[in-house]
């Protein structure tokens, strides 16, 4: 659990956000291994999932720096990171949120691999944070498996993806 955020790193704000997703993600039977708080910079977030993955950490979740603002980074400093990227999630999240808000397509969020760890950014605002976690929710716990090789799909009996007759 990686929130960016300069206020937060300062002592100058509670990181709300962060945690918030912590709670939503053990309450889903996560269990959080870290939590950080890094400033708006690029290596610095950078420097903490690429440690966390390195580690074997299979689930990152980052929060905030998805905006518009000169300091929001947190895509620049992800993306080269990733393996594959998920288009699908981000595209999901900016959906989902627009059922609450039209600012919701200013939101640079996004989601990948690397290696078998998933990452996904979410805003750094509890309320997108929670919408976000609850948006994902059905699909994560399948995205890991699939991400560690266990991609055995279907019903028993089903060959290659077709039913057998």
Same mark, same amino acid.
């Given at each position: 659990m990686l929130t960016s955020?300069?206020?937060?790193?300062? =002592? &100058?704000?509670?990181?709300?956000?962060?945690?918030?997703?912590?709670?939503?993600?053990e309450t889903d039977g996560f269990r959080v291994e870290?939590?950080?708080?890094?400033?708006?910079?690029?290596?610095d977030i950078r420097e903490r999932v690429r440690a966390w993955a390195g580690q074997g950490v299979r689930l990152i979740v980052t929060t905030g720096g998805t905006g518009l603002g000169p300091r929001d980074v947190t895509p620049e400093a992800v993306t080269p990171l990733l393996d594959?990227?998920?288009?699908?999630? =981000? &595209?999901l999240l900016r959906a989902d949120g627009l059922r609450d808000t039209p600012m919701a397509v200013l939101s640079r969020s996004l989601a990948g691999s690397i290696g078998a760890t998933l990452v996904v950014v979410l805003p750094g605002s509890p309320r997108a944070v929670e919408s976000g976690l609850k948006t994902l929710r059905p699909t994560l716990?399948?995205?890991?498996?699939l991400l560690a090789g266990n991609t055995a799909h279907g019903l028993p009996g089903e060959g290659c993806g077709r039913r057998e007759r």
């Open positions: 955020s300069d206020r937060c790193s300062a =002592g &100058e704000a509670p990181d709300r956000s962060g945690a918030l997703a912590r709670s939503l993600l870290a939590t950080a708080v890094v400033p708006d910079e690029v290596e594959r990227e998920l288009p699908g999630y =981000g &595209e716990s399948h995205a890991l498996d």
